[in-house]
């Protein structure tokens, strides 16, 4: 056992404070790595604050995980000593399965988040507020050289969580996609849509990041709290991907969409999401869910941003800044993603 060092949750009203802990001496098949950043996701924030009612403690939050090789296991070929790589939402999945050849192991049972899950023998698993992590080398990415470290972090789950939707709803050239929220995830899908050559229109609750949002490779860009944009945009989206995990007007954004067009939700709202068949009838539209990505389709991902030179907008912060950080995600006041740098924890 090695002891680690993070930053941990103790119970869901308390800030986050330091916290030792062990984490398992490598396996053959492990990958031992050295964390050098990891982006703080609002599902941080969710499960911290235990708002999914799943929340086990101590929890060390983070599944932005990025650093570099430290020591490898003796059956481990794809990484050595010194290699860059990266950690994302889950750390293992299951192995009986029938359906794991699929690539979609996110949504198979047996699924082992980075953190707030349990390991196969039942031990908690700990995530990236942390100076190192122990991964099996299957549920391990490489980092594209040219993409800087911390920039690069928020690909593990902002960055697939957008990709993967896009891809699978087929945006491209041809297509209008409408991104709603101009948050961590929404920055991330509003760049990956602009490079697979779809048109792009942010839909935020003002105007007041506009600019930025046509720089990161918006086509168009329209305030919610503005009725207007509700009549003047009717039937305009092939496919809407909606990151907002607050109470919404689903059905206004439903018609949105043209025929066959489709709503993705990846935020996650607490209460259920009441829908109209009104809203979907007339015009054939469906309204589906997407969660992160495979460990196939993340590194298809992450060469994608490498090929493109796609990072995400990000403040870095020392790890002592995690409380106030988060206060500032759920006021909408972050451009676009925190990043923790993981020498403020080993200083
Ligand atoms: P974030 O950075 O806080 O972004 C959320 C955005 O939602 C905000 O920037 C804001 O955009 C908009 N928003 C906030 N409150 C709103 C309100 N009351 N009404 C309308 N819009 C509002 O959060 P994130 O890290 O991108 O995560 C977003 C959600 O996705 C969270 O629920 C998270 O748990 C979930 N998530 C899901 C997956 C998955 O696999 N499906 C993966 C990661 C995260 P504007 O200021 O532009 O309006
Ligand atoms: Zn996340």
Same mark, same amino acid.
């Given at each position: ?49 235990? !708002? ?158 506009? !600019? ?136």
């Amino acid at each position: 056992m090695a002891i680690a060092r993070g930053y941990a949750a103790t119970d869901a009203s308390k800030p986050l404070a330091p916290f030792t802990f062990e984490r398992r001496e490598p396996r053959d098949d492990d990958v031992v790595i050295d964390i050098k950043y990891c982006g703080v996701c609002h599902s941080d924030i969710h499960q911290a604050r235990d !708002e999914w009612g799943n929340s086990t403690f101590p929890m060390v939050p983070g599944h932005e995980i990025v650093g570099i090789v430290r020591a490898v296991g003796s059956q481990v070929t794809r990484f050595k000593i010194g290699d860059r790589v990266g950690v994302g939402c889950f750390v293992d999945s299951c192995t009986t399965c029938a359906k794991r050849d699929l690539d979609l192991e996110q949504y198979l049972p047996g699924l082992v988040v980075t953190y707030n899950g349990a390991e196969a023998d039942g031990t908690p698993t700990q995530g990236g507020y942390s100076d190192h992590i122990v991964v099996k080398e299957g549920y391990v990415l490489s980092i594209p050289e040219n993409l800087p470290l911390d920039a690069a972090a928020p690909l593990l789950c902002a960055g697939i969580t957008l990709y993967s939707p896009l891809r699978h709803w087929k945006a491209g050239p041809g297509k209008k996609v409408a991104i709603v929220g101009l948050g961590g995830l929404g920055h991330m899908g509003v760049k990956l849509a602009h490079a697979m050559g779809a048109e792009v229109t942010v839909l935020s609750q003002t105007l007041s990041k506009k !600019e930025d949002g046509l720089k990161l490779g918006a086509d168009h860009y329209y305030a919610t709290k503005d009725p207007e944009t509700f009549t003047k945009l009717a039937g305009s989206f092939d496919l809407i991907i909606c990151t907002v995990a607050a109470e919404i007007d689903w059905n206004a954004y439903l018609n949105l969409l043209k025929v066959d067009g489709d709503l993705v939700l990846v935020g996650i709202p607490e209460n259920p999401v009441p829908v109209h068949a009104f809203s979907l009838v007339p015009a054939r539209r469906s309204i589906s869910g997407s969660m992160i990505g495979s460990i196939k389709e993340t590194q298809e991902m992450l060469d994608f941003c490498g090929e493109h030179g796609i990072v995400s907008e990000i403040e870095t912060i020392r790890m002592e800044q995690i409380n106030e950080a988060y206060e500032r995600v759920v006021r909408s006041d972050v451009r676009y993603r925190f990043v923790i740098d993981m020498e403020s924890i080993k200083a």
